[in-house]
């Protein structure tokens, strides 16, 4: 895909409590953005911080021109964020990064780069993770080959949501409308022509982690749920295996009682059995349980976000009519309040 000679590109940076982070963050991407021979614009999303972030975005937007604000009703989570961010962006291309500075800011010119070479999705593939613990990189590693494994869409492994799109990626993505929100999937999902560029990943500049090991479990089971039906084929198969073994066992016991006769009665032999194959029936309607909710919050047709504050940046180019288009009827579904 040609690109014009003038882009225009926008970042979009989703936070939640990054006060004591964002303004290092701006700092050095902002040294990035003025190198680039492009217009630039910063979507700042505030996802309900409750520790003065909003007011870091608001003074830094006084300063800058270039930064955008989209201030969040509440706390709706990353993935909700990133496609907050992604809806208001203007850009030929967008960049998506956490304000964290674990992903360096300086690898966007590698990212932009690319872009222009043709690709519509550059994301940066994770060579080293510093500062994280083996727990982590560990339970990191598997994830990804598993989700590979029992998925259609093949999700680029160590790979998180750092990234370029171009405007015909975003336009795409803006389609996808789904509650339950895996964007590592969906950055895949869409296909167009994809390249990675690899980078070592820094430690978190300052404050701390959201996410914890509760939140990493419950991100996993959402990525697998969402992008496979795995789970309810190995509770399929397991429930049939299950069956098959106890018939046959159920038969062996009927031959030997009809032939021997079976003076001892098999009490323990039988408790084991009933616990064992409880469980196995919990863990099947668990498995489909976790299906069926999320085709209940999906059928209620909720919008993903409501918007408390729309702050734009400075002058940006004309949208063509249809993205335009296409823009406004986001706003109006999304949930624009006034502010």
């Given at each position: 895909?040609?690109?014009?000679?003038?882009?225009?590109?926008?970042?979009?940076?989703?936070?939640?409590?990054?006060?004591?982070?964002?303004?290092?963050?701006?700092?050095?991407?902002?040294?990035?953005?003025?190198?680039l021979p492009a217009g630039t614009e910063i979507v700042y999303v505030n996802d309900g911080s409750n520790d003065?972030?909003?007011?870091?975005?608001?003074?830094?937007?006084?300063?800058?021109?270039?930064?955008?604000?989209?201030?969040?009703?509440?706390?709706?989570?990353?993935?909700?964020?990133?496609?907050?961010?992604?809806?208001?962006?203007?850009?030929?291309?967008?960049?998506?990064?956490?304000?964290?500075?674990?992903?360096?800011?300086e690898l966007i010119r590698d990212l932009v780069a690319h872009?222009?070479?043709g690709y519509d999705v550059v994301y940066g593939k994770r060579a080293a993770r510093d500062g994280e613990t083996w727990v982590k990189k560990v339970t990191a590693h598997y994830f990804y080959r598993f989700i590979r494994f029992v998925s259609k869409v093949q999700i680029p492994e160590d790979t998180g949501d750092f990234r370029l799109l171009s405007r015909r990626g975003v336009d795409s993505l803006k389609q996808l409308r789904e509650q339950h929100r895996f964007m590592k999937g969906l950055f895949a999902w869409i296909g167009f022509p994809q390249k990675a560029v690899?980078?070592?990943?820094?430690?978190?500049?300052?404050?701390?982690?959201?996410?914890?090991?509760?939140?990493?479990?419950?991100?996993?089971?959402?990525?697998?749920?969402?992008?496979?039906?795995?789970?309810?084929?190995?509770?399929?198969y397991v429930g049939l295996l299950t069956a098959v073994v106890a018939f046959t066992y159920g038969a062996y016991m009927l031959v030997r009682t009809l032939l021997f006769g079976n003076p001892v009665p098999g009490y323990p032999s039988l408790l084991m059995v009933i616990l064992f194959l409880g469980?196995?029936?919990?863990?099947?309607?668990?498995?489909?349980?976790?299906?069926?909710?999320r085709m209940f919050n999906e059928t209620k047709r909720r919008p993903l976000y409501y918007v408390q504050e729309c702050l734009p940046s400075g002058p940006r180019p004309p949208m063509p009519a249809r993205s335009l288009e296409r823009t406004r009827d986001l706003e109006s579904s999304a949930g624009v309040g006034p502010g």
């Open positions: 895909m040609q690109q014009s000679a003038d882009p225009w590109l926008s970042v979009v940076v989703p936070a939640y409590n990054e006060r004591e982070v964002l303004d290092q963050f701006h700092q050095r991407l902002g040294s990035v953005l003025d190198s003065g972030t909003i007011g870091v975005m608001r003074r830094l937007r006084d300063l800058d021109p270039r930064v955008a604000i989209i201030d969040l009703s509440r706390n709706y989570g990353k993935e909700i964020a990133l496609t907050a961010g992604l809806d208001f962006a203007r850009g030929d291309a967008v960049v998506v990064i956490d304000a964290d500075l674990q992903d360096p800011p872009w222009r070479e690899l980078y070592r990943r820094d430690p978190r500049y300052a404050g701390e982690t959201k996410w914890n090991y509760w939140r990493l479990w419950n991100f996993a089971i959402e990525g697998i749920t969402s992008f496979s039906i795995a789970p309810l084929k190995l509770a399929s469980g196995l029936q919990l863990l099947a309607l668990g498995v489909i349980g976790e299906y069926l909710g």
